[in-house]
């Protein structure tokens, strides 16, 4: 079993960066591929991006290429999300998520349903 907290969430301006962190528990960090996801009030939970247990392949949606960059520290047990450009849009309560997989470089699941834990969230808010 993992546990995950995020963190680094926040208001910020248009055009702004942040760096989302999730602190994973126990020593069974290596052994999960890593996604994050968003959910803006009144939609649905949508992909952000997922990164393999090596963290040598990663994968994201459409919107946040070349914005977004998902990176993980295995010394750390942490999953980090680098935003920048920010744009309204992507405001949003932003979870972190874990999938057991028995592949080292397969990066992570575009679906929830394809992941085992969940982080409680942090809101990120984008102005304009």
């Known amino acids: 079993q993992v546990q995950l907290v995020e963190s680094g969430g926040g208001l910020v301006q248009a055009g702004g960066s942040l760096r989302l962190s999730c602190a994973a528990s126990?020593?069974?960090?290596?052994?999960?591929?890593m996604g994050w996801f968003r959910q803006a009030p009144g939609k649905e939970r949508e992909f952000v991006a997922s990164?393999?247990?090596?963290?040598?392949?990663?994968y994201y949606a459409d919107s946040m290429k070349g914005r977004f960059t998902i990176s993980r520290d295995h010394a750390k047990n942490t999953l980090y999300l680098q935003m920048n450009s920010l744009e309204p849009e992507d405001t949003a309560v932003y979870y972190c998520?874990?999938?057991?997989?028995?592949?080292?470089?397969?990066?992570?699941?575009?679906?929830?349903?394809?992941?085992?834990?969940w982080g409680q969230g942090t809101q990120v808010t984008v102005s304009s």
């Open positions: 998520a874990a999938e057991a997989s028995k592949y080292p470089d397969a990066h992570g699941s575009s679906r929830s349903e394809g992941y085992d834990y």
């Open positions: 990164i393999s247990r090596s963290g040598f392949s990663t």
């Open positions: 126990g020593r069974t960090f290596s052994t999960y591929a």
